[in-house]
Every structure is written in C-alpha cells, then in structure tokens.
C-alpha cells in the first residue's frame, strides 16, 4: 500500500500478524483450517466436510513472488525467521493439523462431519423441513406409505407405483399421461391429504421408500432435460454471461460448471441433492430403491412390506414418452458439444459426456448421494467406447416378436 522501504525494514516492522489473531484459540476447535501452499486441497477438504461445491479460483495471484523468494539473500530469510518465529510455530502446528484431518478422511473414505448435522434440532424444526423442502414427498395413511422422490430419478415412475397401490392408479392415467399433474393438481390439493401430510410423527414412523439414481447418469440426464424445456435458461445464461436458448446451447462441461456454482442443496430440483434433509441428519432411514436395479429393489420392498405385486412393466410401458432415445453410433467423448434442445435430437450413452476431470466434479458436488445411497464415486471412462445404448421396452418388444417369428419359420 505504497510502501516503499527495504525488505528487511519490513520485516523488522510487522508483527506477527497470524499468531496474534489466533493466539488464544485451540486450532483442534477449528471447524476447518486450510493451508494456502495447499490452496486445491484446502478448498477439496472444505468442500469434502461442509458438502458445499465452492469452486477452486486462481485470482489475485502474482507469479513473480516465487522468484522473487529465490533470489533473496540468506540474511534476509534468516531475518525472516528470527522476527516470525511465533508465525513460522503456528503455521507448522496448522501443517500438520491439516496433513492429519486430510489424511484421517482419505483413509476413511466418508465425509469427516456434516455440518450443524450433529446438533439435536427440534421437533418443530423437523415438522418445518418436513413440510418444506421440495418435492413433497407422498404419503397414505391407511397404506402407512411415504414415497421420497426426486426429480430425474424415475420420479414418473415412482409415483405411478404410490398411486398404484393407493388405488388411483386408473384415475392417474386417465387424468393426464404426466403422472406429476394428477400429483400437483388433484392429489396434493385434497383437504384430506393436506391434513395427513401435517402428521409429521406418524409419517415418520411409517414404511418410507427412497427413490434415488447414481448421480453421474443423473447428471447428464439432467443436463438433456435443461436444455430440451429451457427450465434454467436465465440462470445459466447469466452464469455463462450469452444468451441461452433453443438455437443457443450449451455443452454439459459448462452446464457442470455451473452445478458448482451452486447451493446444490436448494437449488432448482431437476439437479438438487437427492438426499433428503432428514436423511442426511439420520432422523429418517427408508427404504432405498434404486433406479439402476428398478423392477428388483421395488418387488422387494413390495415383499417386504406385504404390498400385493403391481403390475412394473405396464407402469414402465406407459411412461415411454418420457425416455430419450439414444444415438447407438456415438463413439467418442462430447462433453464439449452443444447438443440442441430439438425433438428429434439423439443423445449417446451417459458415459460419452464424461472426462476425468468431470467426473471429479460431479463425485464432489453429489458427495452427499454417493455416500448416503451407496454408490461409487469413480466412472470407468474406458468402457466409454463400447457404452451400449439403452433400447426401449418397445424395442425390445418388436425383438422378441421378429425372434419368434423367425422361431416358427424355422420349425416350418
């Protein structure tokens, strides 16, 4: 700030500043201590323990320091340490603090802490999350019945399964073929479901089921559906500083970019955390379904909750309208290319979109979901080039029709 005296002016003259403000505070009481010759781990660690995305940032920095450093005397840097010895003892004691809790959680392989996620809350203050984060989730009371949901996780399909064995399943389908409007515009609407959804105690202690998909295809599916209804356009547009739009894309590393740069906790829900607050917290431990292994882990928790068998196929057959059809001759890496949101655009295998560096990315922003739902934070990129595609159950359909009349053409 207009300095201009010697270096070992200076240093004579400044105090130390570090070891000042933190002289009577116990550092092992530190929520969190980074390193600043660390600056990447420091902000990975931070992201790792408060599952937050805060994004790693070069600015302000001044690439003449370090040469600089190297060309000083060795009286100056001996000067360096004689007036900054209380500094120098701090900063060793934060080294080592750091090296430790970063190399506890690496061995661990878990998120250290959630945070604030340790405190007793409230009985009003779960009543509170309960009833406010978004989507709802569904509730029956005489099923004793809660469906958690989220969206680009087979929500659809989710919900036709609840109102399946809640007897509206033929009303469902008759009101609209988007299960979400007979959801929002009749369901939730009802006095009587307004009332049971408030009887937070008895939703607790009900059979919860947890609708969830691995978060790297999640993420790109998510992706395809910003980009075909625009839902996030002014968002993004401003993030990316252009206007987005129909004739104006965007690629999925830009659309992970900009997942960073967010609350990923209250975000839009078409790519918020999956986890439920009170699943994070540990108040609520449901039933975990998974997308990837769909008709098995929903015809096990119908055994396991005594709910007669429904009829999954006819639910997913309904629902074709909703799949994207896949390009199966898509070879190569396209995390790059701005896909246009046209109908009748094709989109390869959910790998494809993938670098290493994205799937870093995506492994940190989704921590929470990896961790609470079990899935593996890594992608095997190298099965990329032979990514099948995912026919549709009415291909499958007309194959199996084409095998058996091939079948009675051979048996004359």
């Known amino acids: 700030y207009g300095y201009s005296g010697t270096v070992e002016t200076f240093v004579k003259q400044r105090p130390n500043l570090q070891s000042i403000v933190l002289k009577d505070i116990d550092m092992e009481n530190l929520y969190f201590l980074g390193i600043t010759e660390k600056y990447n781990e420091s902000v990975e660690f931070f992201n790792r323990i408060s599952q937050t995305s805060v994004p790693s940032l070069t600015l302000n920095k001044n690439p003449k320091i370090e040469n600089f450093i190297q060309n000083l005397p060795q009286s100056t840097l001996d000067l360096v340490v004689e007036n900054n010895a209380l500094d120098l003892e701090l900063y060793k004691a934060g080294v080592q603090l750091f090296e430790r809790r970063l190399s506890e959680s690496k061995e661990s392989n878990k998120t250290v802490t959630y945070v604030n996620f340790y405190q007793k809350i409230s009985h009003s203050e779960v009543r509170k999350i309960w009833l406010r984060h978004k989507p709802q989730p569904l509730y029956n009371k005489s099923l004793n019945l809660t469906l958690i949901f989220c969206a680009k996780s087979a929500c659809s399909f989710g919900v036709k399964w609840f109102f399946y064995h809640a007897g509206l399943y033929q009303e469902v389908e008759s009101y609209h073929r ?164 046209a109908r009748k655009q094709l989109f390869p295998h959910y790998k494809y979109f993938y670098s290493e560096e994205l799937v870093r990315d995506i492994a940190n922003i989704y921590r929470a979901d990896f961790e609470i739902f079990g899935y593996k934070p890594e992608l095997d990129l190298e099965l990329t080039s032979q990514a099948p595609s995912q026919p549709s159950l009415a291909q499958i359909e007309k194959d199996m029709l084409k095998w058996r009349d091939d079948l009675n053409k051979i048996r004359g």
């Open 178 to 341: 988007f299960p979400h409007r007979y959801r929002s515009e009749v369901f939730t609407q009802d006095p009587q479901y307004k009332k049971h959804i408030r009887e937070v105690d008895g939703i607790l202690n009900s059979n919860i089921v947890c609708l969830v998909r691995d978060p790297f295809s999640r993420a790109v599916s998510s992706y395809i559906h910003a980009i075909k209804t625009g839902y996030d356009d002014r968002a993004i547009s401003k993030f990316l500083g252009r206007k987005i739009g129909r004739k104006n894309s965007f690629c999925f590393d830009e659309f992970v970019q900009y997942l960073k740069s967010l609350d990923i906790r209250n975000c839009n829900i078409h790519h918020r955390l999956q986890a439920h607050p009170l699943i994070e917290m540990g108040i609520i431990k449901p039933y975990i379904l998974k997308v990837e292994n769909l008709f098995n882990d929903f015809q096990e928790v119908e055994k396991k909750l005594g709910l007669n068998p429904s009829p999954l196929s006819q639910i997913s057959k309904s629902l074709e309208f909703h799949r994207t059809p896949k390009d199966s001759t898509f070879k190569k890496e396209c995390y790059h290319i701005q896909f246009s949101g």
